[in-house]
């Protein structure tokens, strides 16, 4: 099983950023996919997920209406719009893969918003 994060980076408050997370080795559209992300001295926290079916969202209070989830099965790939990014925003972004007991993580990717 694999999660490969990419498209972090270093952004302007204000900007935006695309994550990506594929993912191989399981039957990628049967799986809830997460989007969590961890600040340096916070916990981690849940930003965001999307159902088997992409038919629910249920979006972190802070980044509703910012960000926006989405999945391609056919790709085996599920993205994160992240729009008018906030300096709190910095943090690494963890993709996670569950279904039942099976919960799967990539190795995160370094979201940083400074000016």
């Known amino acids: 099983v694999q999660l490969v994060e990419s498209g972090g980076g270093l952004v302007q408050p204000g900007g935006s950023l695309t994550l990506s997370c594929v993912a191989s080795g399981f039957t990628f559209n049967r799986y809830f996919m997460r989007w969590y992300r961890q600040a340096p001295g916070k916990e981690r926290e849940l930003v965001v997920q999307?159902?088997?079916?992409?038919?629910?969202?249920n979006y972190l209070d802070s980044v509703k209406g910012r960000f926006t989830i989405s999945r391609d099965d056919a790709k085996n790939t599920v993205y994160l719009r992240m729009d008018t990014l906030k300096p709190e925003d910095t943090a690494v972004y963890y993709c996670?893969?569950?279904?039942?007991?099976?919960?799967?993580w990539g190795q995160g990717t370094q979201v940083t918003v400074s000016s």
């Open positions: 996670n893969a569950g279904r039942g007991r099976d919960d799967y």
């Open positions: 999307i159902s088997s079916a992409g038919a629910t969202t």
